[in-house]
């Protein structure tokens, strides 16, 4: 069956240069401390919390990667209504400012997973496919 209503306009986050600039930074020092001082300060970014999301989980620390991609996912959230998102429509995984909210989804689905929680490791999954699956594909490949 095909959806004659038109799809919502896709939802493009701001980039944020001082957040980025400082989560670069953490790159070149490649620490949790450096990670997470980017988290602290600057909150509502979700690029920080999903490199500490990553992070915990490459490590095999699955709940603080849940709590760490839950953070970062809700953020995001509060950034996309913010930007026009009415809780459906695509979240392009090819602009760069969404990335940071698509990781932290990608994470939370994985972590909820290894926690036991099969539904909302699905949902999330799902949800990130609906916000674009090249998301999914580009994320699942970097595994």
Known sequence: ?????????A???PVHDEAEATL???????TDEAYATVAARFPTFSAGWATLATRALAQGQVVPAYAFAR???????????RNGWR????????HEPNRGFLRCLYV????????????E?????QFLRDCDPAAGDA???DD
Do not use: K
């Open 1 to 9: 069956m095909q959806n004659l209503l038109p799809e919502p306009p």
């Open 24 to 30: 670069a930074a953490a790159h070149e020092a490649d």
């Open 87 to 94: 809780g459906h429509g695509p979240v392009p995984w090819s």
């Open 71 to 81: 953070t970062g996912y809700h953020r995001g959230l509060d950034q996309l209504r």
């Open 139 to 141: 994320l699942a490949s």
């Open 11 to 13: 939802t493009l986050l």
């Open 121 to 125: 490791a699905a949902r999330c999954a």
């Open 108 to 119: 939370l689905s994985r972590a909820a997973d290894e926690i036991g929680e099969a539904d």
